[in-house]
């Protein structure tokens, strides 16, 4: 029936090596997710006949469909090779970039909101004017956020850019400010 699990990888470039290291990297959050999923749903029961390696490969099946594209897994790919995987496949790559059954549930396009719900990696507009009017409101602080992988590429922009047009009007407060008090210094000492 064709490759599993990390094993479709393996027609898409990556070497045997690079699947095992895939495998190795992620063994632990496929165990966790196995675990985590009630005992009577279709990813944790008992197929008669199953060897133990098929298992596995069902097993990583069913995570890989689980991930988002913007999960840890999804965005190690580029936008250009979700494409190439999910037309690799005959799906359209926005619904199914890496072809794993029942991954297309969770998907989102790696260039638009498809869902309706929250932003992407790339962000929608309207991330950009939150990002902007926190680093302007906020100031210097939300640089924090910078690193934060749950922000959008473009609230991140925003931020920075709402940071940046700041950062000059702070100062011009603090001279104004500095120069009110010298003048105000001025005025007492020439009343002494």
């Given amino acids: 029936p064709g490759r599993r699990g990390f094993d ?15 495998r190795t990297y992620f063994g632990a959050q496929v165990t966790a997710f196995a675990e ?23 097993l990583e099946d069913a995570w890989i469909a689980a991930q988002g594209g913007d999960g840890e897994f999804g965005i190690n790919f580029t ?22 059954p029942g991954a297309g549930l969770r998907e989102r ?15 929608l507009p309207r991330d950009f004017v939150w990002g902007f009017l926190m680093g302007f409101f906020l ?14 590429h473009r609230q991140k922009m ?11 009007s702070s100062q011009r407060l603090l001279y104004l400010r500095a120069a009110q008090a010298a003048a105000i210094a001025e005025q007492q000492q020439q009343q002494r």
Avoid: K
């Fill in 8 to 22: 479709r990888l393996r027609e898409h470039g990556l070497t045997r090596d690079g699947v095992e290291s895939l």
């Fill in 158 to 168: 925003g931020i920075l850019t709402g940071v940046t047009v700041r950062l000059p």
């Fill in 79 to 100: 936008a250009t090779q979700m494409s190439q995987i999910g037309g690799a496949f005959g799906r359209p790559a926005a619904n199914n970039p890496l072809g794993f």
């Fill in 139 to 152: 100031g210097v602080i939300m640089l924090f956020w910078l690193w934060e992988r749950s922000v959008s």
């Fill in 109 to 123: 396009s790696l260039l638009m909101d498809t869902d309706g719900g929250g932003s992407d990696q790339v962000g």
């Fill in 36 to 58: 985590a999923q009630p005992a009577e749903s279709e990813v944790t029961r008992e197929v008669e006949g199953e060897s133990e390696r098929d298992r596995r490969l069902r």
